[in-house]
């Protein structure tokens, strides 16, 4: 059973919790631990998003694999359609029509990241 997000670390040291990617809160280490996006410095940002764009298609491909799980098992227990299945009914992209690239840089957490590393820039 799936704790909450922030029970951070709780799939275990190396393993990223797929949810990271749809808040703008915290980023969430290799060892489990929690960074409040508002207290990392620009260093630390700097490198999160160099790590995030290296590893952008393989978190696209698992962060599909869990909608998909997600779209089934909504159906399954509750006979309703998913968030993303009414996002593509209203007219949204599918995941077909998405590159890694854009999945990410449109992700709450990505956008955070960007928008601090732009503020803390533009302070200077």
Not at 14 to 28: E, H, T
Not at 101 to 116: K, N, Q
Request: with cysteine.
């Amino acid at each position: 059973m799936e704790l909450p997000f922030t029970a951070f670390g709780q799939f275990g040291e190396g393993a990223l919790d797929l949810r990271v990617f749809d808040q703008d809160i915290y980023w969430v280490d290799r060892l489990g631990v929690s960074h409040p996006l508002k207290e990392m410095s620009q260093e630390y940002i700097a490198n999160v998003i160099a790590f995030l764009v290296e590893c952008r298609e393989q978190s696209f491909a698992d962060t599909q694999r869990r909608w998909f799980i997600q779209t089934v098992g909504d159906q399954i227990l509750f006979d309703e359609p998913a968030g993303e299945v009414l996002g593509v009914t209203l007219g949204g992209p599918t995941w077909g029509q998405l590159t890694a690239e854009t999945w990410l840089e449109s992700t709450p957490l990505m956008r955070a990241l960007r928008g601090r590393l732009r503020a803390a820039e533009g302070e200077r």
